[in-house]
């Protein structure tokens, strides 16, 4: 039987919620919930329930699923309400704006009995999932450094992302995503230290892009950097492993990977380059290499509800754990930190 779920916020995340769960086979939607007018008449216009208050969404018992987007600042609240009055939470990211904030959330959700995540749909990425199977199978060897980009040219949306206030900017908005990503991947990796630089150039009170370099102990670097005033983008994924390396351009792209077969440095002959001569940067042949692509990754986001609808009824543990939300958003703070210092810092779990 599928889950009566309602969905608080009918912005655009809100909306593609509810147009999601249209066509889940696990949630059935109940209605929504919106402190604008408007859109609560714009969703009564889409044949669906619009309640008066949350109050009232919370006080229907056939509700056994909310999910929340709405502007970051008011998560922690919200979240909360949610939680004390039984309901199961699946809150947007970034979940919260701080680690305390988190921390009573989880620690809310341990107290009432409801279980409680976060919206990470990224990890349903076919360019990550491709990342993910290179590590996860070793096909080119353990990843030394991998380079994960967003790049766009139209800078911040002119909404509550753009401000302070509401927790907005890249590292909330885009970083959290690549974050979460990059620690999947080097999930047995431990963070020794953290650098972030921010950019301001279409806004100025929150980062509109930003450079964040995490480096672990082993020496393995993962590299993620956003912007929004690239009008040519960078390739989204860039991977040097130990055996090879690994390429994607663009997510509708396949993944190029180059994979060393052999060495044989002695009897590498010179090539002219530009206006000289070198054996550094000698190309390869088949003899030494393999090149092939990787065909697009499967993917069905619709397997997130899945494993939380699992999850509540105890089949299953949540995908995205509390750890892993804890981790991301010290993460983030961390990034805060070196980009206000204009330094490294020394990563502390």
């Keep these: 039987m599928k889950k009566k779920f309602a969905v608080i916020g009918y912005g655009g995340m809100g909306s593609w919620h509810v147009n999601h769960a249209l066509k889940s086979d696990v949630i059935e939607l109940a209605g929504i919930y919106d402190i604008d007018p408007a859109k609560a008449e714009k969703a ?18 056939s509700v056994e699923l909310v999910t929340i987007a709405i502007p970051n600042d008011v998560h922690l609240y919200t979240v909360v309400r949610c939680l004390e009055a039984g309901k199961n939470v699946i809150c947007e990211k970034p979940v919260a704006l701080s680690t305390p904030d988190l921390q ?30 290179l590590a996860d199978t070793g096909e080119i060897g ?19 992302r753009g401000e302070r206030e509401h927790g907005g900017g890249m590292i909330l908005d885009w970083g959290i995503h690549l974050i979460d ?19 301001n150039i279409t806004n100025k009170e929150v980062d509109d892009g930003f450079y964040l370099t995490i480096t672990f102990k ?39 990977v180059a994979k060393c077969k052999y060495w044989h440095e002695n009897d ?16 390869r042949d088949s003899v030494t290499m393999d090149e092939y692509e990787l065909e697009i990754q499967k993917s069905d986001v619709h397997d997130f509800y899945r494993n939380f609808c699992k999850a509540i009824d105890g089949e299953a543990t949540q995908i995205v754990t509390h750890d892993q939300m804890l981790l991301d958003m010290k993460i983030m703070e961390y990034a805060f930190k070196s980009a206000e210092l204009g330094q490294t810092v020394k990563f502390e779990y």
């Design 268 to 283: 590498v002959l010179p090539v002219q380059t530009a206006a000289g001569l070198t054996k550094t940067m000698a190309p």
């Design 181 to 199: 990503q990059l620690m999947l991947i080097y999930k047995n990796e431990v963070i020794d230290t953290i650098n972030c630089t921010v950019t």
């Design 104 to 133: 009573k959330m989880i620690e809310a959700s341990k107290k009432s009995g409801a279980l409680f995540t976060v919206h990470q749909n990224r990890r349903w990425d076919v360019d990550y999932l491709a990342m993910q199977h």
């Design 142 to 160: 353990k990843p030394l450094r991998i380079e994960s980009r967003i790049h766009g040219s139209r800078g911040i949306p002119s909404d509550w």
């Design 218 to 256: 082993s020496g393995a670097v993962a590299f993620c950097e956003v912007g929004t005033y690239n009008f040519i983008a960078l390739p989204r994924f860039y991977m040097k492993a130990e055996k090879g390396s690994a390429l994607i351009t663009d997510w509708r792209e396949k993944t190029k």
């Design 44 to 61: 009564k216009s889409n044949g669906i329930y619009a309640y008066s208050s949350l109050e009232e969404l919370l006080n229907d018992k």
